[in-house]
């Protein structure tokens, strides 16, 4: 195991398609986290699972955006009906114990609303 | 609403100095503090401050926390081209299972 992989790294879509992206995280982690970075900003948190659950969401995380991880392993992010302001990094981290334990991010799908 | 401020937002040095980077935050029952490097794309781990006064160190890097004075510093000596980057500073707090992140300071070492 390499790390937190996140596929794909770069996507284009069309304003109003739908777009899904993959995060792998460590393999012995239970927690996964989704950020978002926009340029010259810091990631800032859209949602948090342990295991399965998906125990927190941020406000930034319209009805368009849903997170699932259902086996506890993988995670997908979903953005539907996508908007140019959505155009962004999107990152993933795992950990194994709460976040500031020493938690690992993946390189992060770049997204391009055109 | 919780708030972490670094600054500068970027600076250009000359192989050879030394850099600080600031970091300060106001949030709500402040757990830890952390330090990371983002070259490409994925913000990497440099370091975990929860105490006030022990500086942590890792080769030519070091930070510091005073949590009186709610700021972190970052510092680089001898600074290489390899240390460019974005440093980012984040902050855990209250029961919020995530970090704050700051805007980051963009680090440009010139040879």
């Known amino acids: 195991d390499t790390g937190v992989s996140q596929d794909p790294r770069h996507k284009i879509t069309k304003r109003g398609q739908n777009v899904t992206f993959r995060c792998d995280p460590i393999s012995e982690h239970n927690r996964l986290y989704w950020y978002r970075q926009t340029l010259g900003q810091g990631p800032e948190f859209l949602t948090y699972f342990q295991n399965e659950a998906q125990l927190e969401k941020s406000r930034l995380l319209s009805d368009r955006f849903s997170a699932e991880r259902p086996k506890g392993s993988f995670s997908t992010l979903e953005i539907q009906r996508t908007e140019q302001g959505d155009s962004a990094m999107y990152l993933c981290a795992s950990s194994l114990g709460p976040m500031n334990t020493e938690a690992f991010f993946g390189q992060g799908t770049r997204l391009t609303v055109v | 609403e919780d708030k972490v401020v670094q600054s500068p937002l970027s600076l250009v040095v000359h192989e050879g100095d030394t850099v600080t980077l600031n970091c300060s935050y106001e949030v709500t029952n402040f757990r830890s503090l952390l330090w990371y490097k983002q070259e490409k794309k994925a913000p990497t781990f440099l370091f975990m401050l929860t105490s006030s006064g022990i500086e942590k160190k890792s080769g030519r890097l070091s930070s510091i926390l005073d949590k009186k004075e709610l700021f972190s510093i970052l510092n680089i000596t001898a600074t290489q081209t390899g240390d460019s980057a974005i440093y980012l500073c984040?902050?855990?707090?209250?029961?919020?299972?995530?970090?704050?992140f700051g805007t980051g300071t963009r680090l440009t070492v010139i040879p």
């Open positions: 984040a902050v855990e707090a209250g029961g919020a299972n995530n970090l704050f």
